[in-house]
């Protein structure tokens, strides 16, 4: 079993719709969660962290997070052409150190 | 803002060469890292350093070594380039919590 699961997509949305991104991890003792936008051909840039349970909004995304499932969720709403790009989780375990270990990330597609 | 640079966006070498990727932040981050990204395979880890001189080995370092002698900067080296190291190399560099990312360097080894 991977330590952090994403699904691969491509997870097609339309225009304006609601965007749901979900990954699962492994290790129930985990202390930060975060979610980066990679555009291809990109790096990864980071636009959620979440560290204790429940919702974080910022702007048109929601972080959700559950440690009791051990899952995150990354809500992106209005979802426009320039939201298509591959989403990475990243978790940060307590007994991993200071690495993080991230999901393979979920592939985004926006459709007009 | 934090920034982190890497020397060059695209590199081209030949089989055999020896390869520097150099990596600078301006954040005084203590950890900083060196991933390697292919299609299929995500994010895997070479090699990172949580201080000066101090370097720990991650998922792949095989065919890798790393210098860090300044705060600041980060150092990926190929010792003999192989063909199987054409890759995007990606610097990132982390504070207590968030990670960030360098533009990447797209490594060709032919």
């Known amino acids: 079993q991977k330590e952090v699961e994403q699904n691969s997509g491509p997870l097609s949305v339309p225009e304006g719709a609601i965007a749901s991104l979900n990954c699962t991890y492994s290790?129930?003792?985990?202390?930060?969660f975060f979610w980066y936008r990679q555009y291809s051909g990109k790096s990864p840039e980071l636009i959620m962290s979440?560290?204790?349970?429940g919702d974080k909004e910022d702007g048109r995304f929601t972080a959700q997070l559950n440690k009791a499932s051990q899952y995150v969720s990354l809500l992106i709403r209005d979802s426009q052409p320039s939201d298509s790009a591959t989403y990475l989780c990243?978790?940060?375990?307590?007994?991993?150190?200071?690495?993080?270990?991230f999901g393979t990330g979920t592939q985004l597609k926006v459709e007009l | 803002d934090v920034k982190v640079t890497q020397s060059s966006r695209y590199l081209v070498k030949r089989t055999g060469e020896k390869v520097f990727l150099e990596c600078v932040q301006d954040?005084?981050?203590?950890?900083m890292f060196w991933y390697r990204q292919d299609p299929g395979l995500g994010l895997r880890l070479i090699y990172f350093?949580?201080?000066?001189?101090?370097?720990e080995k991650g998922d792949i370092p095989e065919g890798y070594s790393v210098s860090r002698e300044k705060k600041e900067r980060f150092s990926l080296i190929l010792e003999s380039a192989s063909t199987n190291q054409t890759s995007m190399y990606l610097c990132?560099?982390?504070?207590?919590?968030?990670?960030?990312f360098g533009p990447g360097t797209r490594l060709t080894v032919t």
């Open positions: 979440i560290y204790s349970n």
């Open positions: 954040m005084d981050h203590e950890n």
């Open positions: 990132a560099s982390k504070d207590r919590d968030e990670q960030y």
């Open positions: 350093s949580y201080d000066v001189k101090m370097k």
């Open positions: 990243a978790v940060n375990f307590i007994r991993g150190g200071n690495k993080l270990t």
């Open positions: 290790d129930r003792v985990s202390q930060s």
